[in-house]
């Protein structure tokens, strides 16, 4: 088990940035990946960003280029840097902790952080 909790959430202007930041309550460095997705009102949760233990980072499309996810272990912190942000960013914004692969497959889930965009 592990508790993430989110933060950094809040109303921005259209080209404006925010920086989310996800805590852990234990060592990310044990999770398969971490991982940033969004829900907005209406629509399924999408994948934003996701940076596993090793290997290449992936984004979706729709953020490449303004968006950044990064990670620090020794403080058990997932950040996401996100930079001119449009309103079509307006979403509730999860952090992700993956474990194990396939049908094994464990999802950690934070409560969410709320990122408005105002045009």
């Known amino acids: 088990q592990v508790q993430l909790v989110e933060s950094g959430g809040g109303l921005v202007q259209a080209g404006g940035s925010l920086r989310l930041s996800c805590a852990a309550s234990r060592s990310i460095f044990s999770f398969n990946a971490m991982g940033w997705y969004r829900q907005a009102p209406g629509k399924q949760r999408e994948l934003v960003a996701r940076?596993?233990?090793?290997?290449?980072?992936n984004y979706a499309d729709s953020v490449k280029g303004r968006f950044t996810i990064s990670r620090d272990n020794a403080k058990n912190t997932v950040y996401l840097q996100m930079n001119s942000l449009k309103p079509e960013d307006t979403a509730v914004y999860y952090c992700?902790?993956?474990?194990?692969?396939?049908?094994?497959?464990?999802?950690?889930w934070g409560q969410g952080t709320q990122v408005t965009v105002s045009s």
């Open positions: 940076i596993p233990s090793g290997g290449r980072t």
């Open positions: 992700n902790a993956e474990r194990g692969g396939g049908l094994g497959r464990i999802d950690y």
